[in-house]
């Protein structure tokens, strides 16, 4: 139980495009969804925390109109890279954490790569 | 602020040798403690949850403890083999659902 998923797994865009990366909890309701990223050599980060049906809440330094996440549904959430650049590349997690419950449960990741 | 160091950054042992990973924290007030394992390139496979009210969780080969009051968390692989070989994550959570990453100590296990 408690599975997360995250499509695509890897994805190369060109610089100046737009992508959407999809975190779907498969086996349970997710009233709220966070969205990671790592870089080379760094740990991973949050880079924000959304709730369904509200606006979701960035942690400091992360660009909401560049990042845009929605998450519309119980079990899922987006996130989309507006206008990528190459520094935007990045490992991207997502985690779900159920109704009245703590633990969050991890994805496995997106890698994006901006060319 | 939770901050949380992984020691070594990196470790290279040779096939069938025990080790132990160190992961320290400095907010004592934590909900759980994650391992997780990272292969190059791919996503997160966890690998074993200690609950704050837990001392160790074990699963095949893996041992992790947890000693809330020292701000520490051991993980321990015996016997290890070359397929162990990746970055291997501790991640603390704490109030807030806010979960705290290590950077990862990255083994090498050689054949």
């Known amino acids: 139980g408690a599975v997360v998923s995250q499509h695509p797994s890897w994805v190369i865009c060109k610089s100046g495009t737009s992508v959407k990366i999809e975190c779907r909890s498969l086996d349970f309701q997710a009233t709220t969804m966070f969205w990671y990223r790592q870089f080379p050599k760094q740990s991973l980060m949050l880079m924000a925390t959304?709730?369904?049906?509200?606006?979701?809440?960035?942690e400091q330094g992360v660009e909401k109109d560049k990042f845009l996440i929605n998450h519309a549904s119980l079990t899922l959430s987006t996130l989309t890279v507006t206008s990528a650049h190459p520094e935007d590349s990045s490992f991207y997690i997502c985690?779900?954490?159920?109704?009245?419950?703590?633990?969050?449960?991890f994805g496995p990741g997106t890698r994006l790569t901006v060319t | 602020k939770q901050e949380v160091t992984q020691i070594p950054a990196a470790l290279s042992v040779p096939e069938g040798e025990n080790l132990v990973l160190n992961c320290s924290f400095t907010d004592s007030a934590i909900y759980n403690l994650q391992w997780f394992r990272q292969d190059p390139g791919k996503g997160l496979t966890s690998l074993l949850l200690i609950q704050s009210s837990q001392r160790e969780q074990t699963s095949g080969r893996l041992n992790a403890s947890l000693d809330k009051s020292s701000g520490r968390s051991t993980l321990y692989i015996a016997a290890s083999q070359p397929g162990d070989s990746a970055t291997y994550l501790c991640a603390v959570a704490g109030g807030y659902q806010k979960v705290t990453f290590g950077i990862g100590t990255k083994l090498q296990v050689i054949p």
């Open positions: 959304s709730n369904e049906g509200s606006k979701a809440t960035y």
């Open positions: 985690s779900a954490s159920p109704r009245e419950a703590y633990e969050q449960y």
